[in-house]
């Protein structure tokens, strides 16, 4: 028996019998996605040998076009649809999401550097995965890094082998835009005191240096997978690498000078970036289950619940520390949470997911609050506090909640075992990303600069990078 797909097409045009087809996927992160239809290998046959037309009118028997679709790759198209739909949302996350979001967090004279720099990422990124990021996360290396074969894309087409049961060239699209997000990330904590030059240097660099091993090593078949780490959407991946080097920066850089006020500018701004966030995170954690299937499913209701929890929590905190809920900390309580849920979120079940937002939640808002005033370093946009701690948060409880033992997914010989192996991996990516992040700051210091002049930084830098404003002033 021939699979559907396949058989209507090549009894209509060829008279084709029974043809069989055979894959496996080269790729390791999605061993994280719902469970795949085992393959079944056929016995190729020809029913007929009479000779058919091609569309370019060259004569080939039957038994050519057999071998030739034998060897085509299967792909599911609800699969295909859910994840080109998934690309789609977390591309939205970074342009425009995380660009209001941040943009409306800072004073009006930096709206457009924030704004810039998003965009920026989205198309240098794009090249950088393009010409060796994709092939360093994705195909075999060592431990830490993968190799060059599919440098700019080699070989990879319409016809590649399949991945899990998508083309290929979709899965490098979908990884492509957590690429882009990452070092986008991280630019918050440094936020309007850092020269375009300098921070698009940094976010290439350290996109090289952190990321794409870090996307090797922990689904690209390296050492943390190995180990057995579990990141369904890149909670150790994205949120703790950019995290921790956010901390470090903005504690190299320095606090911003002279009186700070004016921030946020624009409440209503935060708010639609948080909201376009929230619905892109539904790309972000149930695409990461490669396939449309109940694990997506989990994953998107996990990924609301823990939202909704964290949301909620750090505004009842707001509300009971200062008499009042705030716009602003629902805002930063729902991202919280959406990070804390993101390495678990096809692995916990809800009330799993319940109980990581509200950890969150607190957790959080402690770090964005209390934690910064007594150590004194200004994380402009709470980057670490959010994303760091959220990152940190969530792939500790993922190591619990994800376990069958607490109604996750995932058989574990020992929850204690798995829990050191997360938080194993945790401290290896803060060392491993704050030491990327010294060298290169420290480089640029040396080169051409991180800061720009008082006046400069006091001016903004929508000014003194760019020489435009964010907002029109006076008369047109």
Not at 23 to 48: C, I, K, N
Not at 183 to 204: N, T, V
Not at 400 to 429: C, D, K, N, P, W
């Amino acid at each position: 028996m021939i699979t559907q797909a396949v058989a209507p097409a090549l009894n209509k045009s060829c008279g084709i019998g029974l043809i069989g087809v055979s894959l496996s996927s080269p790729f390791s992160r999605s061993a994280y996605a719902a469970p795949q239809p085992q393959p079944v290998s056929y016995t190729t046959t020809v029913a007929s040998t009479h000779r058919v037309a091609s569309p370019a009118n060259e004569i080939t028997t039957t038994a050519d076009v057999a071998t030739e679709v034998a060897a085509a790759p299967v792909f599911d198209s609800g699969d295909t649809a859910w994840m080109l739909v998934s690309s789609a949302l977390v591309l939205f996350m970074t342009l425009p999401g995380l660009g209001l979001f941040y943009g409306g967090l800072v004073r009006q004279k930096n709206v457009l550097s924030i704004l810039m720099i998003c965009f920026t990422c989205a198309c240098i990124m794009t090249l950088i995965w393009m010409g060796v990021g994709y092939s360093l996360a994705f195909t075999s290396g060592n431990d830490f890094i993968g190799g060059l074969d599919k440098a700019f894309l080699n070989g990879v087409t319409a016809m590649s082998p399949a991945v899990e049961s998508i083309p290929e060239p979709l899965w490098a699209m979908f990884q492509g835009t957590f690429c882009i997000i990452a070092p986008a990330l991280i630019i918050g904590a440094f936020a309007e005191r850092m020269k375009f030059s300098a921070m698009l240097i940094y976010c290439i660099l350290w996109t090289l240096t952190t990321y794409i091993p870090f996307a090797h090593m922990v689904w690209g078949g390296g050492y943390f997978e190995a180990l057995g780490l579990l990141d369904f959407a890149g909670g150790i991946v994205v949120h703790l690498t950019a995290g921790s080097a956010a901390l470090l920066a903005c504690i190299m850089i320095g606090p911003r000078k002279g009186k700070i006020e004016g921030e946020p500018h624009n409440l209503p701004m935060v708010i639609t970036g948080t909201s376009m966030l929230w619905v892109g995170w539904f790309g972000f954690n149930a695409g990461s289950a490669v396939a449309a299937s109940g694990t997506a499913a989990m994953a998107m209701v996990a990924t609301q619940i823990s939202a909704a929890a964290a949301g909620t929590t750090w505004m009842l905190l707001d509300w009971i520390s200062d008499g009042k809920p705030t716009t602003l900390g629902i805002c930063c309580g729902a991202v919280a949470g959406l990070v804390a849920i993101t390495p678990g979120a096809g692995f916990v079940s809800p009330m799993g997911a319940l109980w990581t937002g509200l950890l969150a939640g607190v957790v959080c808002r402690f770090a964005s609050t209390t934690m910064k005033k007594r150590l004194g370093y200004d994380d402009t946009l709470d980057v670490w506090g959010v994303h760091g701690m959220g990152g940190f948060l969530g792939n500790q409880t993922c190591a619990i909640f994800g376990a069958t033992q607490f109604g996750g997914t995932e058989v574990v010989a020992s929850v204690t075992r798995q829990f050191m192996v997360h938080l194993y991996a945790s401290l290896f990516a803060i060392a491993w990303s704050c030491a990327a992040t010294f060298v290169i700051l420290k480089a640029l210091d040396m080169t051409i600069g991180l800061r720009p002049t008082d006046e400069g930084e006091a001016a903004g830098l929508d000014e003194t990078d760019f020489g435009e404003a964010g907002y029109l002033t006076g008369s047109v």
